[in-house]
Each structure stands twice: as structure tokens, then as C-alpha cells.
């Protein structure tokens, strides 16, 4: 198996269960689905400058197999990026849920206790 | 380089001072920040206007970020669209301010004039930028400070809103890491105007992975628009946020059809082999879906503030109809609804703003209730923004409709643009008549008296300002129709964007 495969895959589980988890129903879910997203993507971002192995991303005079600098550089942008936009996802469904009461994303109130009970087991 | 030059990053410079210079000093002096605020509003507002003059001369200005030259620095770009944009969104915020100034929304919370003035340094980075990485970061730049600013003055239902919109739109910025990080791995460049050079130069095994780019940076900015079928977020966000905020967020969706109408030509244009114009086809299709989509939402919306947002997304249907010809006629047409359709969508989210103030525990919604205070005016107001977001003579949003039925007579599709364009009108015209007789020709005399402190008119200012602006595109529509034409040339000629951004080298 090659290294591209092993990546390939690795992102497409990730965003399959990436896309499983934002379409749930709870904020938590949602939060947790968000966030594998975006490791898929920042591997995916990381891969495009073709895999590399053994090579430095720097310049020097010596070295003649260049990995590319800039997909790097742009994951750590995303990821920067994206940590933000984590906390700040998780700060607004607490607030969402001490304000609602509930933590549906709809914000629509369970049913009752025993379903809500039903539903978390 | 001279001071001059150095002018085209004013735009983006001068509310990142200000922002944190307004949050510094808000707690202690408050009527030195407002007037802080303010000045930074002017400012941006006299940049902006000297940026528009500077591209009368019909050259594309690329300014170098650190004097890294492109494609190797980030760049950035000013010619007739941004500078046309970067006005608009100068005068909206403007405006927007001194109606959240004078209606007190800015005191609901501690942090609305830093997060504004982010939001304006996110409109103008995108106006301006030539990048595509830093496109992307100027959006999450807006789109943060619209999580904010959405959120402000709190209340359950707006976080419930907001868990949606920030949910949504995260998921669309991932969509955008991918669709840059196909075209960076086709091309090995994020420069939009080395980009529009490289794709040309792609050999036939990668024209598939261009396609699927093109289309899914597409879907990304259709997103952002709220085009249909990508829709369903708007109206519940905009129906939940404050009227004041969600005044400046009719420019928001613009951004997304600002951002096709840059990348598409320029990057997918007709050099770009088997994905040359690869969205056209899909965005005809929703343009027409979203234009009948808004103005039946217009029709059936249970409160002011839903109707503005449906009416915003009506304008977005039109306005694409306009672009996804990728005509020069169709976009000079598009370009001047553009213009108006945001000041419009903003007049009637500041209309039901003054509404909501005087009808207490009625708030927006569209049932009849007691007499309000002001109801005269404010039902004169609500008429004008009727008018000028449905398109009827005399207000612009009359002169661009017309304007865009006359430039697409004849183009492949048309009987099915006019058919749109004139019954979503009509469909419209018939949503105002219904929530306007119903808000202020019925008043229910023996419903529960209205429970609501008098309210000043000053509200009525911001309003009337930017009717005031509206009538003056429609008296001014020949000088302005020039303007758009000038720049839809520029805009599908991309060859003198390349040769601006890159020099004669290549």
C-alpha cells in the first residue's frame, strides 16, 4: 500500500465520520463532527504539496529534494483558524443550552425527561 | 512608491486601528469611542471614495503587501469593482452606524463597535484582495465578526440561530480549504492572477480535479450568498438578529456573488479548457429558483424582519440571473442592481427596525395591532422600501430590473429570465401590499393596548438617508449604468487583471 492510499483514506474516514456527526442532533455531536472535518482537511491541505518524505522545507545549498513550504503554512493558518472557530462554536451551544435548556440544535425543548432519558441511552 | 500607492491598503488598515482602539477605550469614555467609531467610519468612507477616484483612469492597481512582488507575495487589487464595492460598503456602514448610534442598539452589549469595524476590515480585505488563501482568511476575518455581531444583545433565540449559522458556515470554510487546495495542488499557486496563467497551461489529465475545483469554490461562494438551493440559513439568521446588524449583513450575501464575479471570469474563464465557464450552467437554474424563492418568502414571511431577509435573498435570485450569463451587458446590469439591491435590503431592515421599536409586544410580526406612535411615517417609509426592494418605478431596483431584462433580450434562456424577473415581481408586489395593509391599514382597536416607552424620531434618519441615496441612483442612473459598464469590461477582460498583477514578464 502506498503512502497516498494510507492518507487518502485516512481523510475520507475522517470526513465520513466527520459528515455523520454534524448531521446529528445534538451540539456536542455537532461540535465533535466539526472538528474531525477539519483534521480531514487540514491533512488533505497538507498532502497537496505532494508527500514528501525525508526532504526539509527549507532552501539550502546542499539539499536537493525540496518538500513544498507552503501547504504547510497553510495549515497552520487553517488550523489556527479553525481551533478559533472551535472554542467558539463550543462557547455559543453551552450558552445556546443554559439559555434554552436544551442542547437540540433546533433549540427545540425535549419532549420529556424520560424521552430525553430514552434518547441518551 | 508614493503616498498615493500606498493608499490601497487604507481601506483595510484603517478599521483594524480602529476596532481596537473603540474596544480600549469603550468602558471608560463612551462618547469618545462613539465619536472614535465614527471618524473611522468617515475615514474609511473618504479612503474608499479616493480609491473610486484613482480607478476613473480605467487601471488595474496592484499594491504588493511588504513589496513582496506577486505571485510570490500576497497582493492587492484595485480596480472599478472593488472600488465600486469598497463605496458601498463605506456608505452602508456608515449609515448602519449612525442608525445604531442614534437608536441606542450599540449599548446591548459591550463589544458591538469593535466587532462592526472587524466586520467592515473583512468586506474590504475580500473587496480588495488578489489571493485566493487570502480571500479565505478574509472571509473567516467577516464571517467571526458576524458571529458576534449576530449574536449581539443575546436573547434564546438568536444563539439558537446562531449555533446554525456558525455551524453552516464552518462547514462551508472547510469546503473552501478544498477547493484552494485542489487548485494549489493542479497549479502550485494561489495568486488569482498567476492562477488564471496556470490553468490555461494544464495538461488534459487534470482538467477533471480543475472542474471539480471550480465547481466547488462555486458552491462555497453560492453558500456565502445563500443561493438557492443553499439558502436555508438566511432567513432564519437574519430574521433573528438585531435590525440594525442585520442592516450591514445585506452585504454579506453580496460578498459571495462578488467573490464568482471576480474568480469565475479571471480563473474560469474561457482560457481554462474543459472548465472554462464550468458554473454557468447550475447558476442560471438556482439564480431563477432563488428569485421565486425570495419573493414567495416576501409573500408568506410572518414578521418584518423574515420578509427583509427573504426579500435579500430575492435580490440575490435577480442579481444572479444577471452574472451567470457572464455577459458584459448582463454583468454592467447585475452590477447596478447590486449596488442598489444592498441599500435597499438594508433600507428594510432598518424600516422594521423603527417598526419593532414603536409596536412593544407586537414586535415584527405581520398581525394588525393597535395604533403605534409615528404610524404615518413609518408607513410611508415602509412603502418607499417596499418600492425600492420590489422594483416598482420610480426607485433604482425599477431601472435595474429593467435594465437587466433589456441587456438579456436575445441570450440563450431569456424567455425564461423575463418570465422570472416579472412574475417574482409581481409576486412580490402583492407580499408588501398584504404585510403593509396588514401592519398599518388594519389596526385591531380592542387587542391589548400596546406597552411601549415613546420613542424619538431619530430613528427615522438613517432610513431616510438611504432613501435618499436610493433616489439618487435612479437620478444619477446614466452616470452610474457607465461606472458598471466600465467595470463589467474590466471584469471579462481578465487578461489586464494578469498583465496589472504580474507585469509584462509573462
Same mark, same amino acid.
Given at each position: 500500500?502506498?503512502?497516498?492510499?494510507?492518507?487518502?483514506?485516512?481523510?475520507?474516514?475522517?470526513?465520513?465520520?466527520?459528515?455523520?456527526?454534524?448531521?446529528?442532533?445534538?451540539?456536542?455531536?455537532?461540535?465533535?463532527?466539526?472538528?474531525?472535518?477539519?483534521?480531514?482537511?487540514?491533512?488533505?491541505?497538507?498532502?497537496?504539496?505532494?508527500?514528501?518524505?525525508?526532504?526539509?522545507?527549507?532552501?539550502?545549498?546542499?539539499?536537493?529534494?525540496?518538500?513544498?513550504?507552503?501547504?504547510?503554512?497553510?495549515?497552520?493558518?487553517?488550523?489556527?483558524?479553525?481551533?478559533?472557530?472551535?472554542?467558539?462554536?463550543?462557547?455559543?451551544?453551552?450558552?445556546? +443550552?443554559?439559555?434554552?435548556?436544551?442542547?437540540?440544535?433546533?433549540?427545540?425543548?425535549?419532549?420529556?425527561?424520560?424521552?430525553?432519558?430514552?434518547?441518551?441511552? | 512608491?508614493?503616498?498615493?500607492?500606498?493608499?490601497?491598503?487604507?481601506?483595510?488598515?484603517?478599521? =483594524?486601528?480602529?476596532?481596537?482602539?473603540?474596544?480600549?477605550?469603550?468602558?471608560?469614555?463612551?462618547?469618545?469611542?462613539?465619536?472614535?467609531?465614527?471618524?473611522?467610519?468617515?475615514?474609511?468612507?473618504?479612503?474608499?471614495?479616493?480609491?473610486?477616484?484613482?480607478?476613473?483612469?480605467?487601471?488595474?492597481?496592484?499594491?504588493?503587501?511588504?513589496?513582496?512582488?506577486?505571485?510570490?507575495?500576497?497582493?492587492?487589487?484595485?480596480?472599478?469593482? =472593488?472600488?465600486?464595492?469598497?463605496?458601498?460598503?463605506?456608505?452602508?456602514?456608515?449609515?448602519?452606524?449612525?442608525?445604531?448610534?442614534?437608536?441606542?442598539?450599540?449599548?446591548?452589549?459591550?463589544?458591538?463597535?469593535?466587532?462592526?469595524?472587524?466586520?467592515?476590515?473583512?468586506?474590504?480585505?475580500?473587496?480588495? &484582495?488578489?489571493?485566493? +488563501?487570502?480571500?479565505?482568511?478574509?472571509?473567516?476575518?467577516?464571517?467571526?465578526?458576524?458571529?458576534?455581531?449576530?449574536?449581539?444583545?443575546?436573547?434564546?433565540?438568536?444563539?439558537?440561530?446562531?449555533?446554525?449559522?456558525?455551524?453552516?458556515?464552518?462547514?462551508?470554510?472547510?469546503?473552501?480549504?478544498?477547493?484552494?487546495?485542489?487548485?494549489?495542488?493542479?497549479?502550485?499557486?494561489?495568486?488569482?492572477?498567476?492562477?488564471?496563467?496556470?490553468?490555461?497551461?494544464?495538461?488534459?489529465?487534470?482538467?477533471?480535479?480543475?472542474?471539480?475545483?471550480?465547481?466547488?469554490? &462555486? &458552491?462555497?461562494?453560492?453558500?456565502?450568498?445563500?443561493?438557492?438551493?443553499?439558502?436555508?440559513?438566511?432567513?432564519?439568521?437574519?430574521?433573528?438578529?438585531?435590525?440594525?446588524?442585520?442592516?450591514?449583513?445585506?452585504?454579506?450575501?453580496?460578498?459571495?456573488?462578488?467573490?464568482?464575479?471576480?474568480?469565475?471570469?479571471?480563473?474560469?474563464?474561457?482560457?481554462?479548457?474543459?472548465?472554462?465557464?464550468?458554473?454557468?450552467?447550475?447558476?442560471? =437554474?438556482?439564480?431563477?429558483?432563488?428569485?421565486?424563492?425570495?419573493?414567495?418568502?416576501?409573500?408568506?414571511?410572518?414578521?418584518?424582519?423574515?420578509?427583509?431577509?427573504?426579500?435579500?435573498?430575492?435580490?440575490?435570485?435577480?442579481?444572479?440571473? =444577471?452574472?451567470?450569463?457572464?455577459?458584459?451587458?448582463?454583468?454592467?446590469?447585475?452590477?447596478?442592481?447590486?449596488?442598489?439591491?444592498?441599500?435597499?435590503?438594508?433600507?428594510?431592515?432598518?424600516?422594521?427596525?423603527?417598526?419593532?421599536?414603536?409596536?412593544?409586544?407586537?414586535?415584527?410580526?405581520?398581525?394588525?395591532?393597535?395604533?403605534?406612535?409615528?404610524?404615518?411615517?413609518?408607513?410611508?417609509?415602509?412603502?418607499?422600501?417596499?418600492?425600492?426592494?420590489?422594483?416598482?418605478?420610480?426607485?433604482?431596483? +425599477?431601472?435595474?430590473?429593467?435594465?437587466?431584462?433589456?441587456?438579456?433580450?436575445?441570450?440563450?434562456?431569456?424567455?425564461?429570465?423575463?418570465? &422570472?424577473?416579472?412574475?417574482?415581481?409581481?409576486?412580490?408586489?402583492?407580499?408588501?401590499?398584504?404585510?403593509?395593509?396588514?401592519?398599518?391599514?388594519?389596526?385591531?382597536?380592542?387587542?391589548?393596548?400596546?406597552?411601549?416607552?415613546?420613542?424619538?424620531?431619530?430613528? +427615522?434618519?438613517?432610513?431616510?438617508?438611504?432613501?435618499?441615496?436610493?433616489?439618487?441612483?435612479?437620478?444619477?442612473?446614466?452616470?452610474?449604468?457607465?461606472?458598471?459598464?466600465?467595470?463589467?469590461?474590466?471584469?471579462?477582460?481578465?487578461?489586464?487583471?494578469?498583465?496589472?498583477?504580474?507585469?509584462?514578464?509573462?
Amino acid at each position: 500500500m502506498s503512502l497516498e492510499f494510507l492518507v487518502a483514506s485516512a481523510i475520507a474516514v475522517l470526513v465520513a465520520g466527520g459528515i455523520y456527526l454534524v448531521l446529528r442532533a445534538r451540539t456536542f455531536q455537532v461540535v465533535l463532527g466539526l472538528t474531525l472535518i477539519s483534521y480531514a482537511i487540514n491533512l488533505f491541505l497538507f498532502a497537496i504539496g505532494r508527500l514528501v518524505v525525508d526532504a526539509p522545507p527549507l532552501y539550502a545549498k546542499v539539499v536537493t529534494h525540496h518538500a513544498d513550504p507552503l501547504p504547510q503554512a497553510l495549515v497552520l493558518t487553517a488550523i489556527v483558524i479553525t481551533f478559533g472557530m472551535t472554542a467558539l462554536t463550543v462557547i455559543l451551544s453551552l450558552r445556546s +443550552f443554559l439559555e434554552a435548556g436544551t442542547d437540540h440544535v433546533d433549540g427545540k425543548p425535549d419532549a420529556s425527561p424520560d424521552a430525553d432519558a430514552g434518547a441518551r441511552a | 512608491m508614493t503616498a498615493i500607492d500606498h493608499l490601497l491598503i487604507a481601506p483595510i488598515v484603517v478599521p =483594524a486601528v480602529t476596532a481596537p482602539v473603540t474596544m480600549l477605550v469603550m468602558r471608560r469614555r463612551r462618547h469618545f469611542s462613539l465619536c472614535l467609531s465614527l471618524a473611522g467610519c468617515v475615514a474609511m468612507l473618504a479612503a474608499a471614495f479616493a480609491l473610486f477616484a484613482l480607478a476613473q483612469d480605467d487601471r488595474i492597481r496592484a499594491y504588493a503587501i511588504g513589496g513582496w512582488v506577486a505571485p510570490y507575495g500576497i497582493v492587492l487589487v484595485l480596480d472599478r469593482l =472593488a472600488a465600486i464595492m469598497l463605496v458601498l460598503t463605506a456608505v452602508l456602514a456608515l449609515v448602519v452606524l449612525v442608525h445604531a448610534i442614534l437608536t441606542g442598539a450599540d449599548r446591548k452589549g459591550w463589544h458591538f463597535h469593535p466587532l462592526f469595524h472587524f466586520q467592515l476590515l473583512g468586506l474590504n480585505g475580500a473587496f480588495l &484582495t488578489g489571493d485566493l +488563501f487570502n480571500l479565505f482568511v478574509f472571509f473567516e476575518v467577516l464571517l467571526i465578526a458576524s458571529y458576534g455581531l449576530m449574536l449581539h444583545g443575546q436573547g434564546a433565540l438568536r444563539l439558537k440561530a446562531g449555533v446554525a449559522y456558525v455551524v453552516v458556515n464552518i462547514v462551508g470554510s472547510a469546503l473552501f480549504l478544498v477547493a484552494l487546495g485542489l487548485l494549489y495542488g493542479l497549479t502550485a499557486t494561489l495568486n488569482m492572477a498567476d492562477l488564471a496563467v496556470r490553468v490555461a497551461a494544464l495538461g488534459p489529465a487534470d482538467q477533471g480535479l480543475l472542474r471539480v475545483a471550480g465547481l466547488l469554490l &462555486t &458552491t462555497v461562494f453560492a453558500l456565502k450568498a445563500a443561493v438557492v438551493p443553499l439558502h436555508l440559513w438566511l432567513p432564519r439568521t437574519y430574521g433573528a438578529t438585531m435590525p440594525a446588524v442585520a442592516a450591514l449583513f445585506a452585504i454579506m450575501t453580496k460578498v459571495g456573488v462578488y467573490a464568482m464575479i471576480r474568480t469565475v471570469p479571471l480563473i474560469f474563464g474561457a482560457h481554462a479548457g474543459a472548465a472554462a465557464w464550468v458554473p454557468a450552467p447550475y447558476l442560471l =437554474a438556482s439564480a431563477i429558483l432563488g428569485a421565486a424563492v425570495g419573493f414567495v418568502g416576501v409573500l408568506t414571511a410572518r414578521g418584518l424582519r423574515e420578509q427583509a431577509a427573504f426579500a435579500v435573498l430575492a435580490s440575490t435570485g435577480t442579481l444572479l440571473i =444577471a452574472v451567470s450569463g457572464w455577459r458584459e451587458a448582463m454583468l454592467a446590469a447585475g452590477l447596478y442592481y447590486l449596488v442598489q439591491a444592498v441599500l435597499a435590503g438594508a433600507l428594510l431592515f432598518l424600516v422594521a427596525d423603527t417598526v419593532m421599536r414603536r409596536r412593544g409586544q407586537y414586535g415584527d410580526a405581520l398581525a394588525s395591532s393597535p395604533r403605534f406612535a409615528d404610524q404615518d411615517g413609518a408607513g410611508l417609509l415602509y412603502l418607499s422600501a417596499a418600492i425600492a426592494a420590489v422594483g416598482l418605478p420610480p426607485l433604482a431596483a +425599477f431601472v435595474g430590473k429593467l435594465l437587466i431584462l433589456d441587456a438579456s433580450f436575445g441570450v440563450p434562456g431569456w424567455s425564461a429570465i423575463w418570465t &422570472t424577473i416579472l412574475a417574482t415581481t409581481f409576486v412580490g408586489v402583492i407580499g408588501f401590499l398584504r404585510s403593509g395593509s396588514t401592519l398599518f391599514w388594519k389596526s385591531a382597536s380592542d387587542a391589548d393596548p400596546i406597552a411601549c416607552p415613546p420613542r424619538a424620531r431619530t430613528d +427615522f434618519f438613517a432610513p431616510a438617508l438611504l432613501l435618499a441615496l436610493l433616489a439618487a441612483l435612479t437620478a444619477g442612473a446614466g452616470w452610474m449604468t457607465a461606472q458598471t459598464h466600465a467595470a463589467a469590461a474590466q471584469v471579462m477582460a481578465p487578461s489586464r487583471y494578469v498583465t496589472a498583477v504580474l507585469g509584462g514578464s509573462r
